[in-house]
């Protein structure tokens, strides 16, 4: 059963703010400074709760995702609750041994590309980038892993995305996504240049629905934008509007019915809907005593989410955007209400 | 439907590069807006830029009654009975110009 305006329930796991790129546009701040991750022990009976709570798939980003540590060793142990996992990368790491271990552990890598290799370089901060994902890709290729591009749209690469869409398919790609820049960590500080203006979202939502019918059914194209007024007819998609829940979760009610995806933080904090949502709603700090903080959600976090998700409609319904990146306009409009809506964690 | 990947390709590159001017990107927008549910495909035809929305029976009334009061542009519309192989399913095909220069008199024909 669908969840939220997604397929199937995901934890977005950020396990790492250690990355060997320092991307201008990178939502999170990674980079080379960074070091450290969260411990196995501290993350694993975390996720075996949420397995019981109704998720399906973890989805590894970062942070560079490969220079996690204990990363094979938590796939296994995810792999072995049940978990689908996935894995975003930039590609710089992704051979040799480590690519063969992962070969039979992650159902698809998407590999970062941001456009054709100087624009790729560019945005990446380092000459050379572009050459080492496309080859990055060419290894999955070889290794029979399903894998897919993942773009990060800039106001720069609009221009190039036919090409994108052509290089994906060429490479072998079973999956094109195409995500607006996130006006978060660095991405902030570029979005006057490279963000997208309303016009350009227009003509990424209506490219990516084009490369869908245009590129072959092996395929699959996510278009990380949608018609405002189609979100709107959609609202009650989020089961946490129901007046079922008016009063805190109704009993019975797995986590993952109404808060999807579950973002896990490099930070320890389990967050719905986006990385980069106000701190104040956090849900669970694995730290701390995240069962005693996922009841208090289920008792009164969820009566404030739910009012949150209620004037993110209304204030969605309200707006004159044509097409919207949901999860950065709940990102938003959680950075203008939070105070409104803290939640306490223990 | 025609599906020239050659004019598609081309078609996609003015959208891409600017070539599509602004005022016809957002008036395509603004229809897919006024008919509050995403179009479950967008592809080229001879005519343009064609919007397939897939609606349920039940909400085919009221899909058909926004097409003419919102959108304003059904002199006649054409309702396509999927049947087979989900019955409960309709197809209603939209179609809007596109003014890329690459076949205007055939664009102006229709309308």
């Not at chain 1, 990368?89 to 100087?118: C, F, H, K, M, Y």
């Not at chain 1, 016009?199 to 405002?228: M, S």
């Not at chain 2, 009975?81 to 309709?90: A, M, Q, R, S």
């Amino acid at each position: 059963m669908r969840s939220g305006f997604l397929g199937r329930r995901v934890i977005q796991f950020h396990p790492t703010l250690a990355c060997n790129l320092r991307c201008r546009h990178c939502y999170s701040g990674s980079g080379p400074g960074k070091r450290g991750g969260l411990a196995a022990e501290e993350v694993l009976p975390f996720f075996a709760a949420m397995r019981e709570e109704g998720y399906e798939t973890v989805s590894f980003s970062g942070g560079e995702p490969l220079l996690y540590r204990p990363l094979l060793a938590v796939t296994d142990a995810l792999l072995a609750m049940g978990y689908r996992v996935n894995l975003t990368t930039n590609g710089l790491l992704l051979r040799g041994r480590l690519l063969g271990a992962l070969a039979p552990r992650i159902g698809v890598v998407a590999v970062s590309i941001d456009g054709p290799p100087e624009l790729h370089d560019r945005l990446r901060a380092r000459n050379g980038a572009f050459a080492r994902a496309e080859a990055a890709l060419d290894r999955l290729r070889e290794a029979e892993l399903a894998f897919g591009v993942i773009h990060t749209v800039t106001r720069a690469g609009i221009p190039h995305l036919p090409w994108l869409a052509d290089f994906a398919c060429r490479k072998g790609a079973s999956l094109l996504q195409l995500h607006p820049l996130d006006p978060t960590g660095r991405g902030a500080e570029v979005e006057a240049e490279l963000g997208l203006d309303e016009e350009a979202r227009a003509r990424l939502y209506l490219l990516g629905r084009l490369f869908e019918d245009r590129l072959p059914g092996r395929v699959a194209v996510q278009v990380d934008l949608h018609p405002r007024s189609a979100l709107c007819a959609a609202a009650d998609a989020y089961r946490l509007l129901d007046p079922a829940h008016a009063d805190g979760l109704a009993a019975g009610t797995p986590l993952s019915e109404v808060v999807n995806p579950l973002i896990v933080t490099e930070r320890g904090e389990a967050v719905p809907f986006v990385y980069g949502l106000a701190p104040d709603f956090t849900l669970a700090r694995l730290a701390g005593n995240w069962r005693v903080d996922l009841r208090r959600f289920r008792e009164e976090g969820a009566v404030r989410l739910q009012r949150f998700l209620a004037a993110c409609f209304a204030q969605l319904a309200r707006s004159s955007e044509r097409f919207v990146d949901w999860y950065a306009f709940l990102a938003r409009r959680a950075a203008r209400t939070a105070p409104a809506h803290t939640v306490a964690v223990s | 439907m025609s599906h020239d990947k050659t004019l598609g390709a081309h078609l996609e590159r003015a959208i891409a590069i600017g070539q599509l001017d602004k005022k016809a990107v957002f008036d395509l927008a603004d229809r897919i807006q006024d008919l509050r549910i995403a179009p479950a495909r967008v592809d080229w035809c001879i005519y343009g830029i064609c919007l397939d929305y897939v609606v349920p029976r039940g909400r085919i009334g009221g899909f058909l009654r926004e097409l003419v009061d919102r959108l304003r542009v059904a002199d006649r519309l054409e309702v396509f009975p999927l049947g087979i192989p989900v019955p409960e399913l309709w197809r209603v095909q939209v179609i809007s110009d596109a003014r890329t220069g690459a076949s205007p008199g055939l664009i102006e024909s229709q309308r």
